[in-house]
């Protein structure tokens, strides 16, 4: 039995170093924020009303991207809010969700349920939310019209809050 305690202290210790010696590239405890400062990923995804969305083409205006699928009750929860937001902020930014690892139809199904209006996309491989280092869903990223992720929230967001990240983007950013 003693042997089994001290191959398990040994074991435990030997991960404690490799941890503290070897740390990871990508520190995953920050989740998405650790993506602020960087441009956009250039992907492209099927939207579920036909066509596709190329990220990259939305240079020139400032986006509000979601990333959420329909399982998820806090994506639920807050698409009323960014289906508000972007009608109120036609013309200034552009909202854009894309689901994560579902079929199409289901999402296609989701937005008609919500009356969602602005763009959604799907992403069954989830390219994007690999890339953009999700912890969980849904993720909101704010990008400026330079394509340079300026905001990242990990979690549901009410519509004050989108509102004036939506602001802040427009305000500090657009100007560079």
């Known amino acids: 039995m003693i042997r089994w305690i001290v191959g398990a ?15 990871s590239e990508i520190d995953q405890s920050r989740g998405p924020t650790q993506v602020v400062g960087m441009n956009a990923p250039e992907l492209t995804v099927p939207l579920v009303s036909g ?9 020139g205006h400032d986006v ?14 807050e698409m009323p809010a960014l289906e508000r937001l972007a009608r109120e902020r036609t013309g200034t ?17 989701f ?20 890339q953009l280092h999700l912890a969980g869903l849904p993720s909101s990223f704010f990008i400026d019209k330079h ?10 967001m009410d519509y004050d809050t989108m509102r004036a990240k939506a602001a802040r983007v427009e305000r500090l950013y657009d100007l560079e």
Request: glycine share 10%; aromatic share 8%.
């Open 51 to 59: 066509g596709s969305l190329r990220l990259a083409s939305l240079r």
């Open 9 to 23: 202290i040994v074991a435990i210790a030997l991960v404690v170093l490799i941890a503290a010696f070897f740390p």
């Open 111 to 130: 937005a008609r349920r919500f009356g969602v209006t602005f763009a959604i996309g799907s992403d069954q491989d989830q390219r994007l939310g690999t």
């Open 64 to 77: 509000l991207l979601n990333v959420w699928a329909s399982w998820c009750g806090p994506c639920r929860r």
């Open 147 to 156: 394509g340079v992720i300026r905001d990242a929230v990990d979690g549901e």
């Open 93 to 109: 930014m552009v909202v854009v969700a894309v689901d994560q690892g579902e079929d199409p139809a289901i999402a296609a199904q």
